[in-house]
């Protein structure tokens, strides 16, 4: 079996907050590559149908991501694709277009290819009534084959404020095995500064009841950096969770960007931590996680040593998509509902953002394909040596450049050169090939990824991306 200590797996970091300060800029969270940016309008239904009849020769198991786009009320913080409304019945008319689109891509893909993961998203899934649920997932099984094996993942993220047992119960019957909750911060006056109230008890009821409900893993997000934040409030709130024992963490650094997410302008820039509090704020997260057991997974991800996550980044097997870290590495990633990525083949496809857009697409019995782009020789390999930098800190690259025909170090040159800065600064290691995060170095993950994107700069705007802390 394998063994663990927090030390090896990188959880005891120390902060220089001067050189992190230094390093810390904009950049993608590489839940993709090339990233979404960088999706374009000449890629349509024509190239995807070309994309999946491609794919059906690998006989690659599939994994299934809806979008509920939903909300009952704003979050301050968020900046996910949501529409708000207290309005339900709108779910009923959002479930029938979901299947309606998977009537149109589902007899694509050959019929033995079965799914192996599932993830609703959102937006708010648990604003789907009971009956609209069950209607959308066994509308799914009747159009997919779905996997009966015992790593199937089916997952959902909840909001606790809108579940009961009987909701959990509902879930469990219909295959979920997997749930994510949002907590944040249980201080409440960081809870009314970002328009989102919840009690401890009845949130922490909500997780318990998934486990006697059998659900084998709960995901619990966490944000640091908040508005009115502080290290004894966060710490309670730390406390509080980790008796609980969650299978995963999730603590996200508040990304503030008022400019591209409306909501985020009713929270003012002098309510917000300084980055010496923000970092301080993570510290703290990081050293309890650490004495509480969790394995560091990578980005802003924990997990317990025996969770399926810290299984497969122990044997090298884990991936990041667009649902997050993932054990399933070898499926093709189809995407339902507005502004939903797909991953086929080499080819990534999108959705149109607007619900409208998304709409008239479906109703038109088109597939709803907004953009994407079909990866070339340089993106894929590039792809490859950034998810294994964002999933396991380190990657081989004369090994990986040999798969692709390529000398590495001729290759990768001015990536190289961009690398010193984070060498000089005991961020990143380079030798014999390997390219390694430090110890100091595995909370700025997206830094080293960073060198080796080609796209960066070209295009998009640094305003768009959330910074490295």
């Known amino acids: 079996m394998d063994t663990f200590s927090p030390a090896a797996a990188g959880l005891a970091w120390q902060f220089d907050p001067e050189l992190l300060r230094r390093h810390d800029r904009p950049g993608p969270r590489y839940t993709s590559y090339p990233t979404a940016p960088h999706f374009h309008d000449g890629f349509g239904e024509h190239q995807l149908r070309a994309a999946i009849a491609g794919s059906n020769v690998s006989a690659r198991a599939l994994s299934l991501y809806v979008h509920v786009p939903y909300c009952s009320s704003p979050c301050f913080y968020c900046g ?3 529409v708000i409304t207290r309005d339900h019945s709108k779910g009923v008319a959002y479930v029938a277009r979901v299947l309606s689109e998977a009537d149109q891509i589902a007899p694509l893909f050959d019929p033995s290819r079965e799914v192996i993961q599932l993830h609703l998203g959102g937006g708010t899934p648990n604003f789907l009534a009971a009956e609209q649920m069950r209607e959308l997932i066994d509308g799914l099984r009747q159009r997919f084959s779905f996997s009966e094996a015992a790593s199937r993942d089916f997952s959902i993220e909840l909001d606790p404020r809108h579940v009961t047992r009987a909701d959990i119960a509902g879930l469990a019957a219909l295959g979920f095995n997997r749930a994510s909750l949002g907590i944040q911060d249980f201080d409440p006056t960081v809870q009314r500064a970002i328009n989102r109230e919840q009690g401890v008890e009845p949130t922490l009821e909500v997780l318990r ?7 084998r893993s709960v995901n619990v997000d966490l944000i640091y950096g908040l508005p009115h934040q502080t290290l004894e409030g966060f710490a309670q709130t730390l406390e509080t969770v980790l008796r609980e024992r969650p299978d995963r963490l999730a603590i996200y650094g508040y990304a503030h960007l008022p400019n591209l997410f409306k909501a985020q302008r009713q929270i003012p820039d002098e309510a917000l931590p300084s980055p010496e509090q923000k970092l301080a704020l993570l510290g703290l997260a990081v050293r309890r996680l650490s004495l509480a057991g969790y394995q560091y997974i990578g980005m802003d991800h924990f997990a317990l040593p025996e969770e399926d996550l810290s299984r497969a980044q122990r044997a090298g097997q884990l991936h990041r998509n667009f649902m997050g870290y993932t054990t399933h590495a070898q499926t093709d990633l189809v995407g339902l509902g507005a502004s939903a990525i797909s991953r086929i083949g080499d080819s990534y496809s999108q959705n149109p953002r607007d619900l409208p857009g998304w709409e008239s697409a479906v109703d038109a019995g088109r597939l709803p394909v907004w953009r994407g782009l079909t990866l070339d020789a340089d993106d894929a390999l590039r792809a490859e040596l950034i998810g294994q930098l964002m999933c396991q800190g380190e990657v081989d690259g004369h090994a990986l450049a040999a798969r692709h025909g390529v000398d590495f170090e ?23 090939g390997v390219v390694r995060a430090t110890e100091q170095g595995r909370p700025l993950l997206r830094l080293l990824a960073m060198c080796f994107d080609r796209y960066l700069g070209k295009v998009e705007s640094p305003a768009r991306y959330s910074r490295a802390i």
Do not use: K, P, V
């Open 80 to 82: 996910c694709n949501r």
């Open 209 to 215: 009841a998934c486990r006697e409900y059998g659900l």
């Open 410 to 432: 001729s290759y990768f040159s001015d990536a190289l050169i961009a690398l010193q800065a984070l060498q000089h600064d005991g961020l990143a290691e380079y030798a014999d």
